[in-house]
């Protein structure tokens, strides 16, 4: 441990563990299924027996327990025609803490992440339901699917973060956590053999509801994000072929213990362009350009990166030969925010600067 004062001292005990771990599971699966020329029906009703043990040697702690849990799994397809079908499902799962959390005292992750763990052993459980309607028409190359996802979780602990001199440090509290997500999304394909090329475009819609604590408080917060993303991928020559990539998100969070939004709405436009060319069946080039735009209450940041490569293989042998170059545009700095709940951070990362390499490989 390095001191504030400059010295050093040996880290105590706190930073040791001696840990087994061990777990026996039994599981009994009925299932049964039905199945006719529109239904298909399948129902898993398994019964896990559990048994684990787990000491800690150091701190003399023997822990046993043995619990049965009941995980049921259904799921339902009916055929609307010969393209369209609907899909129903429900899903039970329980789950244990993760032996990780269980180890005593202080674990350091990084330069700046230090958790002190303080959990017993304990049992959560979720469920999850969904529903989908899909259209397959392969002759025409066109798909379309939708889906409806709800899910609730329940933790009995929730996760602490405190910053103490420069750490950010990690403990667990015993609380009724429950988290509540609801999804939608809708997609489709479609190739058109005119501009020799596929379209697909997607959007989807989140709705969470879940806990959240800082400086010991326990918030409880919502959250809700809009994805809209398309693309265009085409080969209008044998020899050059291209993909236009477009994302866009915009999310806002708001903490409903204080009634009062959090951080604003946060916007995220990602665009990127794919070339290939093949000049001559053994020389290509390659370029690759992507724009980023972000926007929230406390940043506004927009980015020009492109790379660009030639590969060539010389005739009648193994050896390729590579020119690369990397941030053509030379950007320096990336920023990018985060909203976590009532956590916002900004990230910044430093660039490699404009780049040129040269590569050559032997293949045997």
Do not use: C
């Not at 409903?256 to 665009?271: C, E, V």
């Amino acid at each position: 441990l390095n001191q504030l004062n400059g010295s050093n001292k040996k880290a105590d005990s706190a930073f040791l563990n001696n840990f087994n771990w061990q777990l026996r599971k039994n599981i009994l699966t009925p299932s049964f299924g039905y199945n006719s020329n529109k239904i298909h029906l399948s129902i898993l009703l398994p019964i896990v027996l559990r048994k684990i043990n787990y000491t800690d040697f150091i701190r003399r702690q023997d822990t046993s327990l043995t619990r049965l849990s009941f995980h049921p799994n259904a799921k339902i397809n009916v055929d609307l025609n010969t393209y369209a079908k609907i899909s129903l499902s429900y899903k039970k799962e329980t789950d244990y803490t993760n032996p990780y959390y269980l180890l005593n005292g202080g674990i350091i992750h990084n330069y700046r992440n230090l958790s002190t763990n303080n959990l017993k052993l304990e049992f959560s459980n979720s469920n999850s339901f969904s529903a989908a309607y899909s259209y397959r028409n392969v002759l025409k190359i066109k798909f379309i699917n939708a889906a409806l996802l709800y899910s609730k979780n329940y933790n009995p602990t929730i996760a602490n973060q405190i910053f103490n001199l420069g750490l950010i440090e990690t403990n667990q509290r015993y609380f009724n956590n429950n988290t509540n997500r609801l999804l939608f999304l809708t997609n489709m394909s479609k190739y058109f053999f005119k501009l020799k090329g596929t379209i697909k475009t997607g959007y989807s819609v989140t709705m969470l509801t879940y806990n959240q604590i800082q400086n010991n408080i326990i918030n409880n917060v919502r959250g809700v994000s809009h994805n809209l993303n398309a693309s265009f991928s085409a080969k209008p020559f044998w020899n050059f072929n291209y993909e236009l990539t477009f994302n866009y998100t915009t999310s806002a969070s708001k903490n409903l213990s204080t009634n009062s939004n959090i951080g604003g709405n946060f916007n995220l436009l990602n665009t990127q362009l794919e070339t290939v060319f093949n000049i001559r069946e053994n020389l290509f080039v390659q370029a690759q350009v992507n724009y980023s735009f972000q926007k929230s209450n406390s940043n506004r940041n927009s980015y020009l990166l492109a790379d660009s490569k030639i590969s060539y293989t010389i005739s009648k042998t193994k050896t390729d030969i590579g020119f690369k170059v990397i941030n053509i545009f030379n950007e320096r700095v990336y920023k990018i925010s985060n909203i976590d709940g009532v956590l916002v951070s900004v990230n910044e990362y430093w660039l490699r600067p404009l780049t040129f390499l040269a590569s050559a490989s032997f293949r045997f």
